[in-house]
């Protein structure tokens, strides 16, 4: 059972720093959602095929673990573990959900954040890289947004197969 309140305590402890029981990267926004996501209780698999599955173990990671491009296509594919539904809003979301950005809309997936809380309905996000505490989701502020930008808003399912 994902348990959301514990995902966005850890999302909410770690905003600003590094858990020293994960590594760390130079772009590390998918690195911290995973963080917050396995803080929940979603079960890693894979190991040690890096192009398969959501886990870090040994030293190493899945792709889908600490890339944006693949955490997108994991969450609107996996059926095993750690899976998610993809809705059509960010109004639809709850804290412990994902949402991915494609800020150029080129297909490249290029962040991702968790949802921490919602005010007025509209989801507030945490993320990694430039580290950010319950920013508005919708990033239009950011240097990195374009008029173009692309999201994909995903509910993790509450429940794991």
Not at 82 to 93: E, N, P, Q, W, Y
Request: proline content about 4%; aromatic content about 16%; overall charge neutral.
């Amino acid at each position: 059972m994902y348990d959301r309140e514990a995902a966005v305590q850890y999302a909410n402890k770690w905003w600003n720093d590094y858990n020293p029981a994960y590594p760390k990267f130079d772009v590390d926004c998918t690195n911290y959602v995973s963080q917050c996501l396995r803080a929940g209780g979603a079960p890693m698999w894979g190991y040690p095929n890096r192009e398969k599955g959501w886990w870090v173990q040994g030293g190493t990671w899945s792709l889908s673990w600490s890339t944006s491009h693949s955490l997108r296509w994991y969450l609107g594919t996996s059926k095993k573990g750690l899976t998610a539904t993809r809705v059509a809003s960010a109004d639809l979301l709850e804290p412990g959900d994902v949402i991915s950005y494609d800020f150029q809309n080129d297909g490249r997936y290029d962040h991702s954040t968790i949802v921490t809380a919602k005010v007025g309905g509209v989801p507030l996000v945490n993320a990694h890289t430039y580290n950010v505490r319950q920013r508005d989701w919708a990033y239009k502020d950011s240097y990195a947004s374009t008029p173009d930008a692309r999201y994909v808003f995903f509910k993790i399912n509450d429940h794991f197969s």
